[in-house]
T-cell receptor, first 111, second 112 residues
């Protein structure tokens, strides 16, 4: 059974800092990995999708990498802003049509 | 934003009553999903649909049923609500499993 872990569970950084969020998964036979953002009381917003054949994806200040063999993905946020404060979730599709989610990293960016 | 709405957005109900949550999409995506989100458990898949009248169970399907009679609507029914089903329920859609999933705003359900 696929298990997804996100460390740390919470992170607080000053504005302007570059930061890395980590996601690890136990079964390396994945089809894709997706990063989401969730604001309090809201739904999930898709940030980046990495197919299993890809090593990384970029969108603006966000860069996600994937290392299937080691079961890891990182989300890099450059020049963090208070508006980046949210919970970040990763999810992997490893079989069938289903995603397995991590429990998230709660990020606070201090002005 | 993907065109996904959920109704109701909030509901309080009593133990033993039936409850139906509705997910509506305007994107004509084939796949639709129901998740629940609970502290400490993250998001867990309840049921999903891969076409009209085609559904399958997820990780936590006990006590839930679904129906999809039209591409745009996916209904989640709690036949007899229990307090353990107090949660936030999210609907999601995708064109294909290899594409992004897009989520609705959620329904907060409280069973007293």
């Amino acid at each position: 059974k696929q298990e997804v872990t996100q460390i740390p569970a919470a992170l607080s950084v000053p504005e302007g800092e570059n930061l890395v969020l980590n996601c690890s998964f136990t079964d390396s036979a994945i089809y894709n990995l997706q990063w989401f953002r969730q604001d309090p009381g809201k739904g999930l917003t898709s940030l980046l999708l990495i197919q299993s054949s890809q090593r990384e994806q970029t969108s603006g200040r966000l860069n996600a990498s994937l290392d299937k063999s080691s079961g890891r993905s990182t989300l890099y946020i450059a020049a963090s802003q208070p508006g980046d404060s949210a919970t970040y979730l990763c999810a992997v599709q490893s079989s069938g049509d289903k995603l397995t989610f991590g429990t998230g990293t709660r990020l606070a960016v201090r002005p | 934003d993907a065109g996904i709405t959920q109704s109701p957005r909030h509901k309080v109900t009593e133990t033993g009553t039936p409850v139906t949550l509705r997910c509506h999409q305007t994107e004509n995506h084939r796949y639709m999903y129901w998740y629940r989100q609970d502290p400490g458990h993250g998001l867990r898949l309840i049921h999903y649909s891969y076409g009209v009248k085609d559904t399958d169970k997820g990780e936590v399907s006990d006590g839930y049923s679904v129906s999809r009679s039209k591409t745009e609507d996916f209904l989640l029914t709690l036949e007899s609500a229990t307090s353990s089903q107090t949660s936030v329920y999210f609907c999601a859609i995708s064109r294909d499993p290899s594409y992004e999933q897009y989520f609705g705003p959620g329904t907060r359900l409280t069973v007293t």
